[in-house]
Every structure is written in C-alpha cells, then in structure tokens.
C-alpha cells in the first residue's frame, strides 16, 4: 500500500489521506482522477479499517465501477465491492430492501428506454393518437420526465389499485394526465420501476421514513461521488442525506467536462459546493500525465472561453510533440480521403490501427468516415454505437428501397412491419405456407390474397400501392425523390418523426443526402446503390484489436487514445444548429474540449465546407478559432473569404446568444419610449420577439429582442 501511495503527487496525495469532512477535488482531463479515487477507497479500508460495506462510492457509468473495482481488487484483494457502482445500481440494491415500505414487491423489474417505448406504443395505439397530437420524444420529454420532475406521483401509484388506476383513466378528460395514468397502469401491471422511479422512490423512502433513512446514514460512513459534475440535482440529494450523520461527503469531477445538462446534471451543483458546506476543502488536480504540452495549449485555449468554470490551466508532464494539425476540404469526400490519408501516415510512421480514435458529435456522422475506412480496407470498430448500415432505420429504409427492386423475402419482412400494419405472425405464416405451395416471394403470396378475408382491417393495401405508385415511371425519378416518395407513401415518415428520436431522424437524413450524392452520377441507379449499401454492411463482425475506433464525443468521455481525430468541426455541426442560448454554447464547448483532450500524442482538427442538409455552405467551427490559430498547425491556409465569412457569422451568433441569455420573462413589466408601460405576456424564442401587452393599447405587439426596453421595478 505505502508503495502505491508513493506513486501519488502532491495534491493526489491530500485528496486520499484527507478522509474527514467535505472534501472537493478538481480534477482537469487527464490529472489521474481514477488512480486517485481508487487510492483514497484502498487507503479507507487497508490504513483506516473501514469494512467496504461502510463506503458507498458512486460512479457514472458501469464501466467506471467495473473498472474501479478491477483495481481495488489488485489492490486489496478479492472484496465485495457492491457498494462501487452507479447511482442506479445503487438504488435498485437499496430499494430491493426498502421498498416494501411502500407496498410494493422486492421482485420488481427495471424498464429500460426500450420498454419505456414500446409501452408508450401500446398507449398510443389504444388512445389513436398519431403526429398530429403528439410525438414519442415529446411526450417522454413533457409528460413521463415532466411529470416525474418531483416525487408528487409516488403516494398516488402506491395508494391506487390497478382497478382503481383504469377509473381514473376513463374519468380524465386531459390527454397528457391520461397517457401518464396509463403509462402508470402498465407499470404496475408489470411491476415495473423506470430510471426515474429508482431516484425518486429512493429519495421519497430517505425523506418519508426515518427508520429507513437513519439505518442507511449509519450505515454509510463514507461517500464518493465520481464525476460529480454530471450529476443531477436528485442524486446530489441523496448522497447528501446519505452522508448527513457522518458528514464525510467526497466529490471528484471536472466542471469543464459537464456534458450531460440534457440528463439534468448542473455544473453549479460543483461549484457552489463550498457554498454550501463553508468548512469544505477543495483540491485542485492539474499535473496532467496524458497529453502533450501542444495538445493542452489547444484545449485550454478552447476551455478559457467559458465563463462558468473553476478556473485552473492543465501543466503537461508529458514530453512535446507536434502542433495540432488542422485541415479545412472543401467537400465530405475530401475531409474523409484526407483523415485516411493520415491515418495510413501514421501507420507507416509505426503507429497501430488501435492508437487511432475518430471523435464525432452525432452519430449519423460517422457514415462517410465509416464509407472511406471500407473503401480503402481499413479495419475500424464503432464503440458504443451501430455502423451506420447496421442501425435499425437505415435498415428499414434499405428495406423499402429494395421493395422497389428486388422484392426479396427479407426485406418484405422488416418492410411490412414496420410501422405496424395489424399483420402479426398468423398472418405471416398464412403467407410463408402460401408461398411455399405455390413457389413465388410471399411480397407475390400477399398481391394474390390481398381481397382475402385475412387481409381485411389491415395496412396491407396501402403498403401494395405505396410500392405500386413510387415505381411508377421510377426509372425517370431522381433517387432521393424515389426514397422521399416511398417513405411518405408506405407511413415510414409519419412513423419515425412520431418516434422523433433525434439520432435516428439525422441518421435518415445523412442517408438521403448519400442517395443524392449518389444521384449525381448520370448512369447511377437504385440498384448500383443497394449493391454498394449492402458490401458496406457486410463487414466482418469479429471483434478486432487492431482496429481504427469510431465513437461520438460523448462516449469518449473517460477514454484516451495516441492520435485523436476530431471530425465534422463547422458551425452548425459542432457546436450544434440546435444551440439557443448561451449556456447550452459553453456546454457544446465543454463537449469539444473532452474530445480534444482524449489525445495523447497528436490531435488532429478536420471539417469541409460543403455537402450539409440542402447542399448549403458551412463555415469552420468557432472551437478551432477560440483554439487558438497560433497553436495549430494547417494543412493549408483557410481562404481569406472563407475565414472572413466564418468569423463575422460566429460574432453575429454570439452577439444572438448575448441578447438571449439577457431576455425578459413573461410578466415582467417594461417601459417602451414610444408605446410607454406595458407587460410581456409571451418570449417567442423562434421568432426572436417578445409579445408586449402596452397599458394604453387595445391589443398586443411583438417586438423584436433587439427592441429597446426598460425593466420597471415590480
């Protein structure tokens, strides 16, 4: 033990003897955080005698805790370590215990997101509700999560029967109160706990029953929290009250790594920790062991331009290297023979296939980079993720694309299922005997039995003309006009923007824009395209260790690799269209400064300039300006005009963000010097106006946010 902890710096080494009492650590990407944490619990249990089931430390991802555990147990030996693990993990080993309190089974199940859909499916289904109403993603952003905010729900699904749970439903006339009524019913029907149910149902049995609570504070003597500043309010909660009767609550993180705001974490909940326990010591990791000196002076540069941060500059410990490398194309095409190019430099230069990493923002990004690698027989992994063809609606797409061609058995299958059409497996196999006794495809079984009584009450009529119309005059269509026609046609579009899963819906739309890039060749056609398709999908799926890896930014986080490729680096791209107010900015550039600091021997930046949705023009990222030119190394000079453009579009979007993150809220009262005194009843973000109600008006106006205002004292 004494020779591990010989291993640790100075300001390590505080972090792990100093074992009482509020304890905040800072630790910048790369600084040894896990060696660390891990030190600090091997030091608890060898040097204190702290037994493991007094300490409960909490990771984010499970591959965190697998990978804590792995390294305890080289430490001390073989310990049940089940109290390391995430904050889920946790509450369902502590509602497994506890929640018989609540009159519910220990046995209960979780349900994941994939059950979460399919139920909310059935509801749907039941109530008639199509895209006109709602979406999937709407209704478990506003309904399910909205609902579920605060624990006010827990006392009703407890104290109710499931009798009693359909009654209300019948008797609740609000749409949205009666899709979370049902989605309640089939919980309990199910026995069924969600991710929020396991937080909240934590929280509520520490809060309401105090036997419970003081049994656990006792019992937790110790409380580490890894990557903190990822944590949402609610999980922050429970570890304090864990924590309260000991009061030795440790949290390690990094507020420039926030990147999960979207899953309610808040990097204020990090630094106003000494605000909140004034007898709190921060420590302050920022030797960094990963990076070279050249690869830290980019992300720093980058990092320095958020203003919500815990102030701190990483020192590299690692010898120098190259500048970081940037290369701006002109074209997709160009931006990805150019990361291949590299890549194959970097091997003949004695680099392995598996020191290279290619970071993305979005998934969908990965299929050109994805198309090149396979092209040139580079062998390549997607890390938590699906190759672009394997993914579930590329397939359903590549599906009805060859019902217009060769009509196979297979692609009938996923086709004439998705979406549903009431054609479950009786009528299946009606149709796979049928074709068998009469030797055709079963999309031929289905035409010749399509006015028999099996058929009737289902979409199989509209699927036949869906498939019948496109392939009318197909051969003079443009390709992506012929894809948009049978998607629209067959209910596909309808369906996937009712599911409105972000990811999928821009995975279609870089396939579209494959099949128009595809189009601009005159002696292209559906077929030469789908044959192409199906060799990039039909890779060898053995896992490779030597193998170029492919992940979004997002799964990075926690990895790191010797050469770090950061692709698709525009504005719109990275930081992302999407970005509407100034904090969500700070947190798309925390989001490129986890990917820049991945690296550890040479960074490379790449982004092109043309090919986005609608063939529209895109300008290089704020990220590699604010990176600092002066730290980069470029292929070749940006063109003046481009880099002229770039910069006066990213001014005008932060002097966009400047003005929004200064708005007015309804309600507040303002003073116009030509309409006098009046009161904002309505911020209309999309349209960058207030609506104004004015004392000495008779109806409302909207004025721009950019309109000159003064707030009245209320």
Request: charged content about 30%; glycine content about 4%; some cysteine.
């Amino acid at each position: 033990m004494e020779d591990f902890l010989s291993q640790l710096n100075k300001e390590q080494l505080s972090a792990v003897e100093t074992t009482e009492g509020h304890i905040r650590v800072m630790a910048g990407a790369g600084t040894g955080k896990t060696k660390t944490l891990t030190s600090r619990y091997a030091y608890l249990v060898s040097e204190l005698g702290i037994s493991p089931a007094n300490i409960l430390t909490v990771t984010f991802t499970n591959r965190a805790a697998n990978e804590m555990k792995s390294r305890v147990r080289a430490m001390l030996g073989d310990l049940d370590l089940g109290f390391i693990s995430t904050i889920h993990a946790f509450c369902t080993r502590f509602l497994k215990e506890e929640i018989y309190r609540l009159g519910y089974p220990k046995n209960f199940i979780v349900i994941d997101t994939e059950d979460q859909r399919q139920m909310l499916q059935r509801i749907f289904a039941d109530m008639k509700i199509t895209l006109r109403d709602t979406t999937m993603r709407r209704t478990i952003d506003q309904v399910l999560e909205g609902k579920k905010i605060t624990d006010d729900y827990i006392s009703e699904f407890i104290r109710n029967s499931s009798e009693e749970l359909l009654q209300k439903i019948a008797a609740e006339p609000e749409k949205n109160n009666q899709i979370f009524l049902r989605y309640l019913y089939e919980q309990k029907k199910n026995y069924g706990l969600d991710f929020n149910d396991l937080i909240n149902f934590t929280g509520y049995i520490l809060n309401v029953f105090p036997e419970a609570r003081e049994a656990w504070q006792s019992r937790m003597q110790y409380v580490m929290v890894d990557e903190f500043q990822d944590v949402s309010q609610k999980q922050y909660a429970i570890a304090q009250t864990l924590s309260a009767k000991h009061g030795n609550l440790f949290i390690v993180g990094d507020s420039d790594q926030t990147i999960y705001s979207w899953r309610d974490a808040h990097v204020q909940l990090f630094l106003d920790f000494d605000k909140k326990y004034p007898d709190a010591k921060t420590i302050v990791l920022k030797d960094n062991y990963r990076s070279t000196p050249q690869i830290l002076k980019t992300a720093n540069s980058l990092i320095a331009h958020n203003s919500v941060r815990f102030p701190k500059e990483l020192r590299a410990l690692h010898s120098d290297g190259a500048k970081t490398l940037y290369f701006h194309a002109k074209k997709p095409q160009d931006e990805a023979n150019w990361i291949a190019d590299t890549m194959g430099n970097l091997v003949s230069q004695g680099a392995s296939l598996g020191d290279i990493a290619v970071l993305y923002r979005s998934h969908f990004m990965s299929r050109g980079i994805e198309e090149i690698l396979i092209q040139r027989k580079i062998p390549y992994r997607i890390l938590s993720g699906i190759s672009f063809y394997e993914r579930k609606e590329i397939k359903d797409v590549i599906a009805y694309l060859r019902m217009l061609t060769t009509q196979d058995d297979i692609a009938f299958l996923r086709a004439i299922q998705t979406p549903s059409r009431k054609i479950g497996k009786k009528k299946i196999e009606f149709l796979k005997e049928y074709a068998e006794a009469n030797r055709i495809s079963l999309y031929n079984a289905l035409l010749e039995n399509l006015d028999s009584e099996i058929f009737r009450g289902t979409g199989a009529k509209r699927f036949v003309q869906a498939i019948a119309a496109t392939q009318k005059g197909m051969e003079n269509k443009p390709m992506d006009d012929i894809l948009d026609e049978i998607l629209d046609l067959s209910g596909y579009t309808e369906f996937i923007r009712m599911d409105a899963e972000q990811d999928r819906l821009d995975n279609i739309a870089e396939l579209k824009q494959s099949v128009a890039q595809a189009a601009h060749d005159p002696d292209a056609n559906l077929e030469d395209f789908l044959s192409r398709v199906a060799l990039y999908g039909n890779l060898d799926k053995e896992e490779r260790r030597n193998a170029v890896k492919l992940l979004s930014v997002h799964a990075a986080k926690g990895l790191e690799y010797p050469f770090v490729f950061v692709t698709g680096l525009s504005e719109g791209l990275f930081p992302s269209a999407q970005i509407e107010t100034a904090e969500e900015m700070e947190e798309e550039r925390r989001i490129a400064y986890v990917a820049f600091t991945r690296a550890k021997e040479r960074l490379f930046l790449s982004e092109n300039e043309g090919g986005g949705d609608a063939n529209l023009s895109k300008f290089p990222s704020r990220f590699i300006f604010e990176s600092g030119e002066e730290n980069l190394e470029f292929v070749r000079p940006l063109p003046d005009d481009l880099r002229k453009n770039a910069l006066r579009k990213i001014q005008q979007s932060e002097e966009s963000l400047q003005l929004l993150q200064n708005l007015f809220f309804v309600g507040d009262r303002v003073r116009h010097k030509i309409f006098g005194e009046g009161k904002i009843t309505a911020v209309d973000i999309s349209a960058a106006a207030y609506v104004v109600q004015f004392d000495n008006l008779k109806t409302p106006r909207s004025l721009q946010f950019s309109a000159k205002l003064e707030k009245l004292p209320d």
